[in-house]
């Protein structure tokens, strides 16, 4: 069965990152044999004086293929986890999502994306939580979590909205690549500029210093720019700079 994890709000300054401990959560799914995972998506959320976060205010939300069998397993040893790994200080929450059991999923996904853009409260994700029949719980402080933990959920679902944890591997001594090296060297499902034009696999792409894959159409793409100084027998695209990509 396909399920949605995500955590919010699991960190301080000085503590590991709430993208460590879904990883760390991950890792575990697996060495369990409970199911395999499915990368993580980082979250942006509305950025707001009266929203509190450590800093930027995003939650982290992975997919995973598990027997229905384990859900319960899953469930308490990622409540377990939570509780005893968050940092102090820390207002942790977790959402839990079957995709293929919500009545409306259209529900979920228009309260992350609200949660993008305007302040929302605890009630109002409990509230939602509580009629769709999902998983929702915090794990200490405020439980200011649970808000972005719900919002990551209907983000992922969504389908298009999100940035892939880690960089993306892609190793040339010139830095120029083909579309199909790329898919052969990483997990890319597709290479495609900001206006949508999908790159051939022939075609060059000059690799930058930090590579990621964003979340668009449940996808994991890999987004180019035209190059700002395209030559003949030179690359015509390359990657997007870690600021073009906070747009997702």
């Known amino acids: ?97 079957l995709p293929d ?23 109002d994700a409990y509230r939602l939580a509580d009629q769709m029949g999902i998983y929702l719980t915090e794990h200490g402080g405020t439980g200011q979590g649970v808000i972005g933990a719900l919002a990551g959920t209907g983000l992922r679902l969504s389908g298009n909205d999100g940035r892939f944890r880690g960089k993306l591997i892609i190793e040339s001594q010139t830095n120029l690549v083909s579309v199909r090296e790329i898919k052969s060297l990483t997990v890319i499902d597709l290479v495609r500029s900001f206006e949508g034009y999908e790159l051939a696999p022939d075609e060059l792409v000059r690799i930058g210093e930090k590579v990621k894959a964003v979340l668009l159409k449940g996808e994991k793409v890999l987004l180019v720019n035209s190059a700002s100084d395209a030559e003949p027998g030179k690359a015509p695209w390359e990657t997007c700079t870690k600021e073009q990509l906070k747009a997702f």
């Open 101 to 123: 059991q919500l009545g409306d999923p259209d529900l979920l996904i228009r309260f992350g994306l609200e949660a993008k853009k305007k302040v929302l409260k605890k009630e």
């Open 1 to 97: 069965m396909k399920v949605l994890v995500c955590i919010d709000d699991t960190d301080n300054l000085f503590s590991r990152g709430t993208g460590k401990l879904a990883a760390a959560i991950m890792e575990t799914v697996e060495e369990r044999n409970w199911g395999r995972c499915f990368g993580i998506t980082r979250h942006q959320l509305f950025v707001h004086p009266d929203v509190p976060y450590t800093s930027h205010n995003s939650s982290m939300c992975f997919e995973a293929d598990i027997d229905k069998m384990f859900l319960s397993d899953l469930t308490a040893y990622i409540v377990d986890y939570l509780t005893t790994e968050s940092a102090e200080g820390s207002d942790p929450g977790l959402c839990i999502v």
